[in-house]
T-cell receptor, first 113, second 116 residues
Framework: DARVTQTPRHKVTEMGQEVTMRCQPI?????VFWYRQTMMQGLELLAY????????DSGMPKDRFSAEMPDATLATLKIQPSEPRDSAVYFC???????????FGPGTRLTVL | QKEVEQNSGPLSVPEGAIASLNCTYS??????FFWYRQYSGKSPELIMF????GDKEDGRFTAQLNKASQYVSLLIRDSQPSDSATYLC????????????????FGQGTILTVHP
């Protein structure tokens, strides 16, 4: 049963700390997306990778957020330093370049105190 | 104006009724349109997609697209309590193979409650 996995599922941290979230896309998928979901803003795209290359990270606050794909099986989203306004659920999704569906992982619920 | 707007909801319908969810989008060149369902505390899952003007049916679900009016809708017939969820409309950018291809812009979602 192919699924996108994300770790950790929950993270509580204090303002100013570094947060790293990890995602394992479905094997064979060549596009990876990072989304953030809040009640106020809904589901927003933060970054988009195609064949491990960053294609669009215009949705990310560049000064504190960074996204990478060290290899085809791992995508990371890092926040440094974290702020209370970063509290949200962060979803990773993967898909095929010419495919229809994006498959979402279970999400990481981040709380920054 | 937001790129993708959905009827604000929440929407409450009785079991067995038709639920109608609406979405408008601002980019006239958008090519593909999606409806995702998200249960509380869970991740979004795709239930329908549509590319061409007209209707597309899949079981109890019908997606309708009118590109001239920049309007997409989802009808759920014979609504069941298990359909209670947030429904997200999403629009994909226009350039096949370009940097916007595959990139989805989501609406705020409409909360649907189906009561017995």
């Amino acid at each position: 049963d192919a699924r996108v996995t994300q770790t950790p599922r929950h993270k509580v941290t204090e303002m100013g700390q570094e947060v790293t979230m990890r995602c394992q896309p479905i094997l064979g998928h060549n596009t990876v997306f990072w989304y953030r979901q809040t009640m106020m803003q809904g589901l927003e795209l933060l970054a988009y990778f195609r064949n491990r290359a960053p294609l669009d990270d215009s949705g990310m606050p560049k000064d504190r957020f960074s996204a990478e794909m060290p290899d085809a099986t791992l995508a990371t989203l890092k926040i440094q330093p974290s702020e209370p306004r970063d509290s949200a659920v962060y979803f990773c999704a993967s898909g095929l370049l010419l495919g229809v569906e994006q498959f979402f992982g279970p999400g990481t619920r981040l709380t920054v105190l | 104006q937001k790129e993708v707007e959905q009827n604000s909801g929440p929407l409450s319908v009785p079991e067995g009724a038709i639920a109608s969810l609406n979405c408008t989008y601002s980019d006239r060149g958008s090519q593909s349109f999606f409806w995702y369902r998200q249960y509380s505390g869970k991740s979004p899952e795709l239930i329908m997609f549509i590319y061409s003007n007209g209707d597309k049916e899949d079981g109890r679900f019908t997606a309708q697209l009118n590109k001239a009016s920049q309007y997409v809708s989802l009808l759920i017939r014979d609504s069941q309590p298990s359909d209670s969820a947030t429904y997200l409309c999403a629009v994909m950018g226009r350039n096949a193979g370009g940097t916007s291809y595959g990139k989805l812009t989501f609406g705020q979602g409409t909360i649907l409650t189906v009561h017995p």
